[in-house]
């Protein structure tokens, strides 16, 4: 069974997608089916244009708002990047590092990462760092190697004491929006290495503490297939987080029958 001394976290993450109405009619649908909150972690991760609506509208509930990325530096000659501190001041209170988009679309480097990390800590921003592999990578059995080299650049600047208000998000690159799913036995055993890795870096404790999502064509049919496997803390949805046909029934996984 899986482990759920670790509170599930289930975040969306709209990419360049929607417009400021969808948005705001979204969040005010998702608000309505949230409880407390005691019982899973909710938020999306909105394009930056449109978090001080999105978060204006998500007050007064536990529905977590962030940004979809950061540069390492308070101020400067920075043209089309945000600091952590514009983030925080908008109300955003976390924020995506390394999603596969950035370092494939964007030419992002590893060497980035461990920076933006620690930005986003320091500035009370809470990361959910993502890594995962190509198509080629996992053709070529380098997915260890792979997820060993990212863990080690975003956990560059990292301490143990960090561990409770990081996540890491496993996301096969060949998995994200081209319907396929990693199985769940894939996602188990990266999982297990990305957890090994965290302990040996920064202790068992750390490594029990910090979540673990699994990203890529997450779907209302297959949430709760995911989150049954072993060390899976969460899901980071990207296109089924867009609707609230979709994303919500994903949130709700456990309440839904089994088929």
Known sequence: MTNRSRKPYIAGNWKMNLDRAKCLDLIKTIKGRLGDGGDREV????????????????????????????????NGAFTGELAARMLREVGADRVLVG??????????????????????????????????????????????????????????????????????????????????????????????????WIAQRLGDTAANTIRILYGGSVKPDNARELMAVDGVDGLLVGGASMQADTFIPIIEYDLRQTP
């Open 99 to 196: 999603h596969s988009e950035r370092r494939h679309v964007f030419k992002e480097p590893d060497e980035w990462m461990g920076r933006k990390v620690r930005i986003a800590l320091d500035r009370d921003l809470l990361p959910i760092y993502c890594v995962g592999e190509t198509l080629d990578e996992r053709k070529a059995n380098r997915t260890d190697r792979v997820l060993k080299r990212q863990l080690e650049s975003g956990f560059d600047k990292v301490r143990p004491e960090d561990a409770h208000r990081l996540t890491v998000a496993y996301e096969p690159v060949w998995a994200i929006g081209t319907g396929e799913t990693a199985t769940p036995e894939m996602a188990g055993l990266a999982h297990k290495t990305i957890r090994k």
């Open 43 to 74: 938020a999306v991760f909105a394009p930056a244009i449109y978090l001080a609506d999105v978060t204006a509208v998500a007050q007064g509930s536990p529905l977590g708002v962030g940004g979809q990325n950061i540069w390492y530096e308070d």
